[in-house]
């Protein structure tokens, strides 16, 4: 009488810091793949108390009671040593923010597997969920791959396509894909344990880039049409927010919709009970969710009665 052979399990070592790597740790904690090790960044200065804070990844392994390293660096010194000595047999990557050197990549016996949050090639880089959301892209989706030295240039494994829904912004469209990608990141070590894979080599002529937003890149620039800008509060929102100024003090805007307008770019050319309506370069930005200064997160229409704008005040500066 044969039996049926049981599945194999691999050790598994992973690396994340944000709040979309949470779903992926949680779904191999919960599969037939030990976590052998998690490794994080050290706790930050975070807060109003500027309280050092530790990392969504460590608060969740800690809650798993994983075991857990938080370093600075695994590129070289205690961190790679610690990392090396769980002995692992895949390296999983989400969301951690440095591009490991060869002699991190080849410390799993099996493979380093990365999850990246789109349909690879397209958008390659640190921001790839904010990216989608600029371009006013339909759908993306996650990636696993084998990490190579480039950046996010390995071949790839599997894939599931996401659409992108109107309402969404980086923060819901995010916790989908990191749900989405936890799933298939599962998959993806069964796969490898269940013997060699093939994996797919990327096409290097489709790729496209999705670079980390700087300061400068948050500014709300009025002289670009209306659905271009309500595409960058997607981007950002709900955090670090798109940013312009009202009175020149700062403002956040963290919802907003393209509505029919004309108007010098930048002026106020509506105001209602409701909310204002700002010409841009191809009609009207109309905020619907903003943050002033110091203040907490608003309605426009809170916004409009406590600050009373007027028709023919400015957002933003005037360009010369």
Known sequence: MSRTAEPRSLRVAFLGNDAWSVPALRALAASRHPVVAVVTAVPKPAGRGNEPRPTPVAEEARRLGLP???VETVKTGPGFKQLAASVPDVLVVVAYGEILPPTVLHLPRVAPVNLHFSLLPELRGAAPVQTAL????ERTGVTTMLMDKGLDTGPIILQREVPILPEDDAGSLGARLAEVGAELLVETVDLLAS???APRPQDPSLATYAPKFGPEDRVLDFSQPARLLVNL????APEPGATTTFRSEPLKVLRA???PAEGEPGVIVEVGKRGFVVATAEGGFAPLLVAPAGRRVMAVADFVNGYRPAVGERLGEPRA
């Open 257 to 259: 919709e393209a509505v």
């Open 134 to 137: 600029l371009a006013g892209l």
């Open 233 to 236: 509060v997607r981007a950002l």
């Open 195 to 197: 013997g060699p894979v």
């Open 68 to 70: 857990l390293i938080e």
